[in-house]
T-cell receptor, first 115, second 112 residues
């Protein structure tokens, strides 16, 4: 069974640039959620994709956008990067909208630094 | 205002000691998860509790869900250095099953 994989693991960008983060879900899982984890804080929900449609969004501006592909992999795109976007971006997959009672299976994350 | 409050924020103990960490909310959750996260890695699911009053054991870890499904605790017996990490609780609200809300975690350090 293949777990959740994310790429790249680390990247550095400058303010105003755009970034795309990628995620392959765990085999058998059709739902992908993205979370932002700032240093010293818990993960914050960005949005979730189910069957290639956005299904729920947290308190993030429209410059955070995403896609889900037919193979259930997903991308997170962030435009016009700001310093506060520096964080660990976590992708989590689950089976169905809420998994088994909301259980999430995380990748190792993409560490984004904005200078 | 954080929906889930975890306490303590930091905990440093000696190997062999027992400890309890807490996860509290004013909201009722349909389920609650505990995760453990090590530096540079994603959270790893430890347990899910669903029923009010439920107690689950995972080796030296005991998880309890409050009767009203608003709070939870994690008790570790005879802590080991390998237990070191960030312990996160996350809840799923009945009205928003697609979204898990996380607390800010308890950072546990177990010294040999």
């Amino acid at each position: 069974e293949t777990g959740v994989t994310q790429s790249p693991t680390h990247l550095i960008k400058t303010r105003g640039q755009q970034v795309t983060l990628r995620c392959s879900s765990q085999s058998g899982h059709n739902t992908v959620s993205w979370y932002q984890q700032a240093l010293g804080q818990g993960p914050q929900f960005i949005f979730q994709y189910y069957r290639e449609e956005e299904n729920g969004r947290g308190n993030f501006p429209p410059r955070f956008s995403g896609l889900q592909f037919p193979n259930y992999s997903s991308e997170l795109n962030v435009n016009a990067l700001e310093l506060d976007d520096s964080a660990l971006y976590l992708c989590a997959s689950s089976s169905g909208l809420a998994g088994v009672w909301g259980e999430l299976f995380f990748g190792e994350g993409s560490r984004l630094t904005v200078l | 205002t954080q929906l889930l409050e975890q306490s303590p924020q930091f905990l440093s103990i000696q190997e062999g000691e027992n400890l309890t960490v807490y996860c509290n909310s004013s909201s009722v959750f349909s389920s609650l998860q505990w995760y453990r996260q090590e530096p540079g890695e994603g959270p790893v699911l430890l347990v899910t509790v669903v029923t009010g009053g439920e107690v689950k054991k995972l080796k030296r870890l005991t998880f309890q869900f409050g009767d009203a499904r608003k709070d939870s605790s994690l008790h570790i017996t005879a802590a080991q250095p390998g237990d070191t990490g960030l312990y996160l609780c996350a809840g799923t609200l009945h009205t928003n099953a697609g979204k898990s809300t996380f607390g800010d975690g308890t950072t546990l350090t177990v010294k040999p």
